[in-house]
C-alpha cells in the first residue's frame, strides 16, 4: 500500500479488521464449520483432535476464501439490493482487488494446508468447491438460470463431505448422502423465504424462480424438492451414520416438512396474502430446525457410538 | 511526511494491526500444533528401502 492511500482514504471509512473478516461471510460459515464437524467425527476412522480442528478452520477459510470472492464478483449487484448493499466492497470499506488478494490467497492457503494436515482428497474436494462456488455459481449460472439457488446450494453442500474426507480419505455413500441433504434442502429453504420477503432481485438483473416462472412454479418446486428431500434424508438413516436417534428424528421432521411443503403447495397468492403468509413463514422456520436437527442427530450417533453405547 | 510513533495513522489503523498479528500468531501455533502432531505420530518417518516391495 502506497503513502499516497493514507490520505486518499477518508478517515471513516479505514477499513477495521472486522470489515475484512466480514468478506468471508461470518453467517455462512457457521453452517459451514458445523456440517464439516458432523461429517469429520460421523467418519469411522477417528482423527488426532488437533488435526480434527485444524481441519474443520481450513474447511472453513476455504468456505470464507469463497465468500470473499464472490464479494469481489458479485459488488455491482450486491450494490444495487437492500440485502447486500451494507457488505464491505457495496459500503466502500474494502476495495475489490483487496477482497480478490484475500479470496485467492486464503483459497490457496486453505487447500494446501488442508492437504497437508490430512490428505489430498480432501484438499481436491475443498478445492472444487471453491471452484465451483466462484467460477460455475457466482460467475456463470447466478444471473443465468433461475435454477441459480440449486446450484449454489451443491457448493455449500459439500463441507460433511470433505470433513468425512478428511478423516478416511475416501468418499462413501454417507457422505454423498450428507452432501445431498443440505443440497436438497437449500431449495425448499429459500424459495419459501422468497414467497413471503419481497426481495429486489430484479434490481439487480438475477433471475429468481418466484419472478421467471411465477410463485405457483415456485410452489410446485418446493414440494417436489421437499419430496426428494425425505427420500434422501431417510436413506442417510440407514448407512453407517445412521441410527435408531437420526432415524426418528428424520421420521418426524420429514412427515412435517412434506405437510408443510404440502399445504404451501395447495395454497394460491390470495390465500397466502389473507393470512400474512403463515404456511410459508411456519415451513421457513422449520426448514431452520431441520437441517441442524438432522445433523444434530448424525452427531449424538457418532457420540454415542464412540461411546460405545450401541455396541 | 513523517511517521512517528504518536501519529495519528497507528491509532486509526490499531484495531486492523492487533487483530492481523493475532491471526499470524494462530498461524504460527497451528502449524507447530500440527508438526508436533505429525511427528510424535511418525507420519514424517521414512520408509526402510526394499521391505515393501518383497525385494
Known amino acids: 500500500m502506497s503513502d499516497a492511500s493514507f490520505e486518499t482514504r477518508a478517515h471513516e471509512s479505514e477499513p477495521q479488521f472486522g470489515d475484512y473478516f466480514a468478506l468471508?461471510?461470518?453467517?455462512?460459515?457457521?453452517?459451514?464449520?458445523?456440517?464439516?464437524?458432523?461429517?469429520?467425527?460421523?467418519?469411522?476412522?477417528?482423527?488426532?483432535?488437533?488435526?480434527?480442528?485444524c481441519?474443520?478452520?481450513?474447511?472453513?477459510?476455504?468456505?470464507?476464501?469463497?465468500?470473499?470472492?464472490?464479494?469481489?464478483?458479485?459488488?455491482?449487484?450486491?450494490?444495487?439490493?437492500?440485502?447486500?448493499?451494507?457488505?464491505?466492497?457495496?459500503?466502500?470499506?474494502?476495495?475489490?482487488?483487496?477482497?480478490?488478494?484475500?479470496?485467492l490467497t486464503l483459497s490457496a492457503f486453505s487447500v494446501i494446508f488442508l492437504g497437508l494436515a490430512t490428505n489430498w482428497l480432501a484438499a481436491a474436494l475443498l478445492a472444487f468447491t471453491i471452484f465451483f462456488y466462484v467460477i460455475i455459481y457466482t460467475m456463470w449460472l447466478k444471473r443465468l438460470t433461475p435454477q441459480n439457488i440449486v446450484i449454489g446450494g451443491a457448493a455449500g453442500a459439500f463441507p460433511p463431505m470433505i470433513g468425512w474426507a478428511a478423516a478416511t480419505g475416501d468418499i462413501s455413500t454417507a457422505s454423498v448422502l450428507m452432501f445431498c441433504l443440505t443440497f436438497l434442502w437449500t431449495p425448499p429453504h429459500f424459495w419459501a423465504l422468497a414467497l413471503f420477503v419481497r426481495m429486489d432481485y430484479d434490481n439487480a438483473t438475477v433471475p429468481m424462480l418466484t419472478v421467471t416462472h411465477g410463485r405457483r412454479a415456485t410452489r410446485r418446486h418446493i414440494l417436489a424438492y421437499t419430496v426428494l428431500l425425505a427420500a434422501f434424508a431417510l436413506g442417510l438413516g440407514f448407512t453407517q451414520v445412521g441410527g435408531p436417534i437420526y432415524l426418528t428424528v428424520a421420521l418426524v421432521l420429514n412427515v412435517l416438512f412434506v405437510k408443510g411443503a404440502v399445504d404451501i403447495w395447495r395454497r394460491d397468492e390470495a390465500a397466502a396474502e389473507a393470512d400474512n403468509y403463515r404456511a410459508e413463514k411456519k415451513f421457513f422456520k422449520l426448514s431452520l430446525l431441520y437441517l441442524f436437527a438432522h445433523f444434530g442427530a448424525i452427531l449424538v450417533e457418532a457420540g454415542l457410538d464412540r461411546l460405545g453405547v450401541w455396541a | 511526511m513523517s511517521l512517528s510513533k504518536q501519529h495519528e495513522i497507528h491509532q486509526r489503523r490499531r484495531g486492523r494491526n492487533i487483530g492481523l498479528g493475532l491471526v499470524l500468531v494462530a498461524?504460527?501455533?497451528?502449524?507447530f500444533g500440527l508438526t508436533v502432531v505429525k511427528v510424535s505420530r511418525g507420519d514424517f518417518q521414512m520408509q526402510p528401502q526394499g521391505v515393501s516391495d518383497g525385494n
Request: charged content about 15%; glycine content about 10%.
Open chain 2, 27 to 31: 498461524f504460527i501455533a497451528i502449524i
Open chain 1, 24 to 53: 468471508l461471510k461470518p453467517r455462512v460459515m457457521t453452517l459451514v464449520v458445523f456440517t464439516a464437524f458432523v461429517g469429520l467425527l460421523a467418519a469411522p476412522v477417528p482423527l488426532h483432535p488437533f488435526v480434527g480442528f
Open chain 1, 55 to 103: 481441519a474443520v478452520l481450513f474447511i472453513a477459510v476455504g468456505g470464507g476464501a469463497s465468500g470473499a470472492l464472490n464479494m469481489w464478483y458479485d459488488a455491482d449487484i450486491d450494490a444495487k439490493m437492500r440485502r447486500t448493499a451494507r457488505r464491505p466492497i457495496p459500503a466502500g470499506k474494502v476495495t475489490g482487488e483487496e477482497a480478490l488478494a484475500i479470496g
